[in-house]
């Protein structure tokens, strides 16, 4: 079982604003991060350490967090961000990593 | 740029052991941490452990201490991840994954193409 809590699924309107969420007691130490994952393709890392974007990641993709739950907004949906999305973080050891068990996200 | 390409896909029977490669290339293989991480058919991501390329030090998640082993040969800049006593399962998709650049080193960044490992009798 994991340790990060997420909502099985979510749906959101083309264009519209969706939160995502992700729950654990070792958020409350650690920071989460986020990865996006389309059928047949290896996750993408969008945001990590809380609210930070790699390079070519839109800016629609934010994060943010408080006390024991991080989130993953995406401002402005599009058809394109139809995927399942993992929160991760450290686990209340702070020695392993551990996932959530991902949500998927439908763009209607 | 980044590359990390995998061994192809194993079938194995229950009991056996199976050895996965990451040969990565397009970075400094010894800089970056490498993580395996594991996804089961229609289910979610689950971490395996990491290994230190330059020291070959390892932290394995605990559901797997006792049965995985990772290693690496740093003259041909190749990760290996080997599973033993295979159950039905552990089929599914083997992944390794870089470390981020930036941030903890519990982060995987660059992911190599998966393996599928399937255990059955």
């Known amino acids: 079982s994991s340790e990060l809590t997420q909502d099985p699924a979510v749906s959101v309107a083309l264009g519209q604003t969706v939160r995502i969420t992700c729950q654990g007691d070792?958020?409350?130490?650690?920071?989460a991060s986020w990865y996006q994952q389309k059928p047949g393709q290896a996750p993408v890392l969008v945001i990590y350490d809380k609210n930070n974007r790699p390079s070519g990641i839109p800016d629609r993709f934010s994060g943010s967090s408080s006390g024991d739950t991080a989130s993953l907004t995406i401002t402005g949906a599009q058809a394109e961000d139809e995927a399942d999305y993992y929160c991760?973080?450290?686990?209340?050891?702070?020695?392993?990593?551990?996932f959530g068990g991902g949500t998927k996200l439908t763009v209607l | 740029q980044v590359q990390l390409v995998q061994s192809g896909a194993e079938v194995k029977k229950p009991g056996a052991s199976v050895k996965v490669s990451c040969k990565a290339s397009?970075?400094?293989?010894?800089?970056?941490?490498m993580h395996w991480v594991r996804q089961a058919p229609g289910q979610g991501l689950e971490w395996m452990g990491w290994i230190n390329p330059n020291s070959g030090g390892t932290n394995y998640a605990q559901q797997f201490q006792g049965r995985v082993t990772m290693t690496r040969d740093t003259s041909i800049t190749t990760a290996y991840m080997e599973l033993s006593r295979l159950r039905s399962d552990d089929t599914a998709v083997y992944y390794c994954?870089?470390?981020?650049?930036?941030?903890?080193?519990?982060?995987?960044?660059?992911w190599g193409q998966g393996t599928l490992v399937t255990v059955s009798s």
């Open positions: 991760n973080s450290r686990d209340s050891s702070g020695n392993h990593l551990v």
């Open positions: 070792s958020l409350r130490s650690y920071y």
């Open positions: 994954a870089r470390n981020f650049p930036y941030g903890s080193k519990f982060l995987p960044g660059d």
């Open positions: 397009g970075y400094t293989f010894t800089g970056y941490y």
